[in-house]
């Protein structure tokens, strides 16, 4: 469970280092800006199933404004905090029973879940890099090992 805390303190690292960078814009990239509010209502979505509630009503593509985007990152963040705060070992192998967008039902454990939210998060933060380069802005390192850095 350390690994996945870890890794889910890294996406709140590498959402905030985002966030910041397209707030940061001299001109709005809103193709960013659209992958980056996917990726958060997708980590809204996971929760909810996370936490055995119906997701039907989320949308997984919407646009936000970057306010929004703040808001939603945050809440993301205590949502996910608070989950992880009383997941034990044994429980991250629990199989949820969810349904995709198109209603179709899957089985996944916690733990097989909580990876995917991380990887779906770093996948998409990867791409507004590359807009963001297309763009020639600057694209912000989030890679795993500079936060590991900045934590000691």
Same mark, same amino acid.
């Given at each position: ?6 890794m889910?303190? &890294?996406? &709140? ?10 707030l ?20 809204q ?5 996370l ?16 306010e ?8 993301? &963040? ?7 705060s ?30 995917h939210?991380?990887?779906?998060g770093?996948? &998409? ?21 500079i ?6």
């Amino acid at each position: 469970m350390k690994s996945i805390q870890s890794m889910f303190d &890294h996406l &709140h690292w590498a959402n905030i280092r985002i966030i910041n960078t397209l707030l940061s814009l001299s001109e709005p990239n809103k193709q960013a800006e659209k992958l980056f509010a996917h990726t958060l209502l997708a980590e809204q979505v996971w929760i909810t199933r996370l936490v055995g509630k119906s997701s039907d009503h989320l949308p997984i593509w919407s646009d936000l404004t970057l306010e929004r985007c703040d808001e939603q990152l945050h809440k993301n &963040h205590n949502d996910y905090r608070s989950f992880l705060s009383k997941l034990t070992e044994q429980e991250s192998e629990k199989t949820v029973t969810y349904k995709n967008s198109t209603g179709e039902e899957f089985h996944n454990s916690n733990r097989d879940i909580l990876v995917h939210v991380a990887l779906h998060g770093q996948y &998409h933060r990867g791409q507004i890099n590359l807009l963001l380069r297309q763009n020639d802005e600057e694209p912000v390192s989030t890679d795993y090992i500079i936060f590991k850095r900045e934590q000691q």
